[in-house]
């Protein structure tokens, strides 16, 4: 059994297990809304998200955050669905446990259990954290007296616990391309937190920099959650009981110009939502060709709409509205998430499907014959048909005591004496049959393919056809690489660059 497939279970098996510890933490640490447990919450929230009359289990779900779609008379509570999908994704990750400990070392059951638990639990909570966080505003904004009581538990331990499991497991899997990755996950972080009005968030006493001339919003007095939450309730319509930011009160104007510069921050605040959703998704998913090109594709949408909607403020020019700092600073954000996502596309090497995991012997050598003499020449064999190999291997003997040097030979060097077991060592030489790619390897390679896959001493190779001597082998060396992960620790690296060499060649 492989010690890196080991040891990759083991970082998944161990990081899966603090994950799930964390967010059982979340549901059962009495620090919900500052004393109670959040798991005594979730009879109100299911029935309050599937519209069931309360049986009165558990407690009243504190934390409410209806959304009213589009001028809808009835709205529906966010955070209720938000907290019974948390509660689904714990009990379904208790229950993977199982696989993920059950699982050998030489699959990938334990790692794409644990990605798959951790990755909607991310996605989950980051929900949650953005609700909250615009509850904290909307009563800070609303100078309610009380203080407001964070979730910490679900923050901080839940959240914050499965997303630093699954960067660890990232960087473990991914290295370079897991860092990559990070990278992108701490801009899309930084991006989400520009859609919040940071001067409320962190206390500040102003919303002005450079003496006046620019705030540190999206635009005017306004933040992008705001924004995008007034064009779902309202859509380009006028205010309701429910929001009463509209597109007349926020840009002054109901023209096309308004209704563009709307939509555009909107669109573009959604965007960076779920750009950074998928952040979170990418950080222990695979990366391939297909994948870097949607992120080019969503980070170029993002960046767009951003400068669409610049342009439009600056077009509208009314009511004192302009782009704030941080619709520029998300903008770089996005236009930086770009540029790294289009390198990674334009660099992209691509890597056949392996079997990094397949079971692989730990020796694939067998050399139990022992022979001192040369072996007898093999006769000229057709290319088409197949020869044993053969070679000499290392011979291990006793010299016999030194005859007396003859007269004749009196003028040569004497021989020095040895005592002990001398070992003599023959070089090995191939006698089997060649073609042009055998031709092109050394000795010892020519030795060791012969043994991998003209005789097949470790048995038949499913999915790899056999190797014709002098035929068209272009099926065996693409078979080869496809099936790459389950030979490479078999074979030399000299051996490896000739078959790739080989593989290039025949394309």
């Not at 929230?45 to 309360?54: H, Q, V």
């Not at 446990?97 to 790692?111: D, M, Q």
Request: glycine residues 8%; hydrophobic residues 50%; charged residues 15%.
């Amino acid at each position: 059994m492989s010690t890196k497939n080991q040891s990759k279970k083991y970082l998944s098996v161990v990081t899966y297990c603090i994950a799930l510890i964390c967010l059982l933490l979340g549901f059962f640490l009495p620090v919900f809304n500052g004393k109670g447990l959040l798991f005594m919450t979730l009879p109100d929230a299911f029935c309050t998200t599937f519209g069931i009359s309360d049986p009165n289990l558990g407690d009243a779900l504190s934390r409410e955050h209806v959304i009213y779609f589009f001028g809808a008379t009835k709205g529906f509570d966010m955070m209720a669905l938000v907290v019974t999908l948390y509660g689904l994704i714990t009990a379904v990750g208790v229950i993977m446990l199982i696989p993920v400990l059950a699982a050998k070392s030489n699959k990938k059951t334990a790692n794409a259990c644990a990605y798959f638990v951790e990755v909607v639990a991310a996605v989950i909570l980051f929900v949650f954290t953005v609700i909250e966080i615009q509850l904290y505003l909307g009563e800070v904004g609303s100078n309610v007296t009380t203080e407001f009581k964070w979730d910490y538990g679900v923050i901080g331990i839940a959240f914050g616990g499965t997303l630093l499991m699954l960067i660890i497991q990232s960087l473990g899997y991914k290295k370079g391309s897991g860092f990559m990755k990070l990278v992108t996950f701490i801009l899309g972080a930084a991006g989400v937190l520009c859609l919040f009005s940071i001067p409320t968030l962190f206390s500040l006493k102003s919303n002005a920099v450079f003496d006046g001339k620019l705030f540190i919003t999206m635009f005017a007095d306004y933040n992008g959650i705001q924004t995008l939450e007034a064009l779902i309730e309202n859509g380009l319509g006028k205010a309701t009981i429910a929001n009463p930011l509209s597109l007349e009160f926020m840009f002054g104007s109901t023209d096309v110009m308004a209704k563009v510069a709307f939509v555009c921050i909107g669109a573009g605040v959604l965007m960076a939502l779920v750009n950074f959703a998928l952040d979170i998704m990418a950080i222990g998913a695979s990366t391939k060709k297909g994948t870097l090109a949607i992120d080019v594709i969503r980070y170029l949408i993002e960046a767009l709409l951003l400068i669409l909607a610049v342009i439009m403020v600056f077009v509208l020019n009314n009511k004192g509205l302009r782009p704030g700092l941080l619709m520029y600073v998300l903008l770089a954000i996005a236009v930086v998430q770009l540029i790294i996502a289009s390198i990674r596309c334009a660099v992209y090497q691509p890597v056949m499907k392996t079997e990094e995991n397949a079971e692989i012997p730990e020796t694939y050598y067998d050399d139990t014959i022992a022979n001192a003499a040369a072996p007898a020449p093999v006769a000229a064999q057709p290319q088409s048909q197949y020869v044993q190999p053969v070679y000499l291997q290392p011979v291990y003997a006793s010299p016999a005591a030194a005859p007396a040097p003859a007269p004749a030979a009196a003028h040569a060097a004497a021989p020095a004496n040895h005592t002990g077991e001398i070992v003599y060592t023959a070089k090995e030489v191939y006698h089997g049959p060649t073609d042009s790619f055998i031709a092109r390897l050394t000795d010892s390679e020519k030795i060791e393919f012969a043994k991998l896959f003209l005789e097949k001493i470790n048995g038949p190779y499913a999915n790899i056809p056999d190797y014709v001597i002098g035929g068209d082998n272009k099926e065996f060396f693409s078979s080869l690489f496809i099936y790459l992960g389950k030979f490479r620790p078999l074979i030399s690296d000299g051996l490896m660059n000739k078959i790739y060499e080989e593989l290039n060649l025949l394309n």
